[in-house]
């Protein structure tokens, strides 16, 4: 189950019908079990958390933890919680997905926040056609390597080209795409999405070498367009 | 805004404060005028619909008219319904929302369903990196090559392949998929979600062969992957 972003989300950004579903078991999974418990216990403040089974699944978890998490899940419906966002998008759940597919299990979605796809949809760049590729390298040669790749790859065939950086590298981030992009390439940065400081802009790159902005550390989605 | 997916979705699988927000202007942007109303009065039993100045924006909008609503939007927030799931993700809106970029206006992503996000997350699949083509093409020969390349594409890079299909043609689709993949390749079909009916599954090329699975005519998303 996808959970709200950020410390000024809360339960009032998901749906109820998935607060329900969420409650109607008392097995969990998740990469942390105090901020898991402290989410449930913002979903139903009565709720009787002793009570409640809490499984760690990280990356961490070995397979032999995996497949004992598939024998709890034959005689029980299990939910899975992220920290933030949808679950198995970017986040290590999506390896105990993958085991209850070979299980024969079945797997439901419950819809919710992606800090992906707000992005997407608020930089009125390509959404019929994108590619998220998680973290760039670190190393200032490779991620300007990348950065080319990236442009190139807009430029040919059109497609929007997600990026998420640690927030502490924003701003090198930023500089490094302003840099080496070309004027003409549009350059979107959807920032604290969900938190009262959230703001989405999409302008090109030679408008945001002018703007001197600066990001700070807050966790922020990049993406690379060309113009229609 | 994003809206419930299909007949059996309702505003029970929103968040309240996005219908909140859907609800506190009265002026909307969406595809068709007539579902939009639909799906206000189910979001607000109450609600005056008459007072309500609902635009089209559609892949015929002309370029005057989405100044004109830019000339709007100036002086009051407008919210952009999509017909299903999140709007400007694999529908026209995207072109409003580069033109409120472009005239310096604030734009706000609302969460909600997304079919593609949804399908991914309940795949199992690389969820760290991944595309969506959106449509692909519809001459069998261009197909086999494009789902060859998705394929190749999967097991160079690691990346989720996704991609959507006309109703009426995901068995087709599926044949040709079994056709032409190889047996190791995973396969993920994601039909009717947030339906009654809805089912995930992930296997093998090889084991889908096994299956005889008819799909029929409902909503589907493909994904193409490789073991890691």
Same mark, same amino acid.
């Given at each position: 189950?996808?959970?709200?972003?950020? $410390?000024?989300?809360?339960?009032?950004?998901?749906?109820?019908?998935?607060?329900?579903?969420?409650? @109607?078991? @008392?097995?969990?999974?998740?990469?942390?079990?105090?901020?898991?418990?402290?989410?449930?216990?913002?979903?139903?403040?009565?709720?009787?958390?002793?009570?409640?089974?809490?499984?760690?699944?990280?990356?961490?978890?070995?397979?032999? $933890?995996?497949? *004992?998490?598939? %024998?709890?899940?034959?005689?029980?419906?299990?939910?899975?919680? @992220?920290?933030?966002?949808?679950?198995?998008?970017? $986040?290590?759940?999506? *390896?105990?997905?993958?085991?209850?597919?070979?299980?024969?299990?079945?797997?439901?979605?419950? %819809?919710?926040?992606? %800090?992906?796809?707000?992005?997407?949809?608020? @930089?009125?760049?390509?959404?019929?056609?994108?590619?998220?590729?998680?973290?760039?390298?670190?190393?200032?040669?490779?991620?300007?390597?990348?950065?080319?790749?990236?442009?190139?790859?807009?430029? *040919?065939?059109?497609?929007?080209?997600?990026?998420?950086?640690?927030?502490?590298?924003?701003?090198?981030?930023?500089?490094?795409?302003?840099?080496?992009?070309?004027?003409?390439?549009?350059?979107?940065?959807?920032? $604290?999405?969900?938190?009262?400081?959230?703001?989405?802009?999409?302008?090109?790159?030679?408008?945001?070498?002018?703007?001197?902005?600066?990001?700070?550390?807050?966790?922020?989605?990049?993406?690379?367009?060309?113009?229609?």
């Amino acid at each position: 189950m996808p959970v709200w972003l950020g $410390d000024a989300g809360g339960p009032e950004q998901l749906a109820p019908e998935n607060i329900a579903i969420a409650l @109607s078991t @008392s097995l969990y999974f998740a990469e942390h079990e105090k901020t898991a418990r402290h989410m449930l216990r913002r979903m139903s403040p009565t709720i009787d958390l002793p009570s409640l089974e809490i499984h760690r699944m990280d990356k961490d978890t070995d397979e032999q $933890d995996v497949q *004992r998490y598939m %024998s709890l899940l034959r005689t029980r419906d299990g939910v899975m919680l @992220s920290e933030a966002g949808m679950p198995a998008i970017a $986040d290590p759940g999506a *390896r105990l997905v993958a085991a209850a597919h070979r299980a024969g299990l079945r797997v439901v979605p419950l %819809s919710g926040p992606s %800090s992906l796809l707000l992005a997407l949809a608020a @930089s009125g760049l390509n959404g019929q056609h994108f590619t998220f590729h998680g973290y760039l390298p670190v190393k200032p040669d490779e991620r300007k390597q990348a950065i080319k790749r990236l442009e190139h790859e807009a430029q *040919r065939t059109g497609a929007a080209q997600l990026f998420i950086e640690t927030p502490y590298r924003n701003d090198a981030m930023l500089a490094e795409l302003l840099r080496t992009c070309q004027d003409r390439t549009l350059l979107c940065i959807a920032m $604290d999405l969900m938190q009262p400081t959230a703001f989405v802009r999409t302008r090109t790159a030679h408008e945001w070498r002018q703007m001197h902005t600066e990001l700070g550390k807050h966790p922020a989605v990049f993406i690379l367009g060309a113009r229609p």
